[in-house]
């Protein structure tokens, strides 16, 4: 996300807004003392004293060794003054796949255990192939919700079975009914980043999109203003966000000034920049010291 959360001073709510946050509030025309006793206010999940707030962000096919944070050609500053504050993991098994990755990632399994052993674009009716996630795999999304976090993912979903993404529904397996309170993104395995098909919750957006449009900044600023609104109106309730851009997958496309920027960085071609990475993982300690880097393949041209 891009440039600091914004100052939350002007924000305001209606009573009904508030009465719909505050559950607890006593609704209009019941005259004190007149409730039962202990009353009968339905009461949200209480999370944890001090739970955590907690940003999952998965970049869509960026690999392992493209980040500055492990080692990479492309700078990632903020990724790495986290990282340098946190902890650096180097066995996550990625199923080279989005779909399957993303099933695994949000469920804690096997993709193929939860029918996602291929993306949503290739189907089938083998055991492990469905694409439908089942209802027994709650996703991290759902338990947290379930105890007491609100949850939202902005950007690519890649999750709902092809026959399922239509305004019709079912919306089961759309993210809202994944365990997401609130989404902004798109549903299936691309979008341009100019002019994105976007869906809010479960509902297709037709939108204008304004000269120099670019859905990485449009989502970081929704993500950073649900940010803001959630800690103006309950700031001791933890949030669970999962953001995942798809700027770096196909179709690939970036604003001009990032293409100047990167304009020549990798002339130098494939198997240098492989060698100079592979050093510099050594050196920061991400792979073992006498790992041995392995021959391109001869198919594979230089």
């Known amino acids: 996300m891009r440039g600091r959360v914004r100052s939350r001073a002007g924000i305001s709510l209606g009573l009904a807004t508030a009465l719909a946050l505050c559950p607890v509030f006593a609704p209009i025309g019941i005259a004190k003392g007149s409730e039962p006793e202990g009353g009968h206010w339905s009461q949200a999940p209480i999370p944890p004293k001090d739970a955590p707030n907690i940003v999952l962000i998965m970049t869509d096919d960026v690999g392992f060794a493209a980040s500055s944070t492990f080692g990479g050609p492309i700078p990632t500053p903020t990724f790495d003054r986290l990282a340098e504050r946190g902890a650096k ?31 949503t674009n290739l189907a089938s009716s083998h055991e492990g192939y469905n694409t439908s996630i089942p209802k027994s795999a709650g996703t991290v999304a759902e338990i947290l919700k379930e105890a007491g976090y609100h949850t939202a993912m902005f950007g690519k979903s890649h999750l709902t079975p092809v026959w399922e993404m239509t305004p019709a529904g079912p919306y089961d397996r759309w993210p809202t009914g994944l365990g997401f309170q609130y989404f902004y993104g798109f549903l299936g395995a691309d979008a341009s980043q100019f002019e994105p098909a976007l869906t809010e919750n479960t509902v297709a957006l037709n939108m204008r999109y304004p000269e120099g449009y670019t859905l990485d900044a449009d989502l970081s600023e929704r993500a950073i203003s649900c940010i803001d609104r959630h800690e103006a109106t309950a700031p001791d309730r933890p949030f ?24 020549g960085k990798f002339d130098q071609g494939w198997d240098v920049l492989r060698e100079q990475i592979f050093a510099r993982q050594k050196a920061a300690g991400l792979i073992p010291s006498n790992a041995a880097l392995t021959p391109r ?5 230089a």
């Open 297 to 301: 393949p001869d198919e594979l041209p």
């Open 89 to 119: 993991y180097n066995q996550f098994n990625t199923t080279a796949m989005c779909s399957p990755t993303r099933a695994s990632l949000l469920t804690g399994r096997n993709p193929h255990n939860v029918g996602m052993g291929s993306i």
């Open 240 to 263: 669970f966000i999962y953001y995942a851009p798809g700027s770096a997958h196909s179709p690939n496309h970036a604003p001009a000034a990032w293409l100047k920027k990167f304009q």
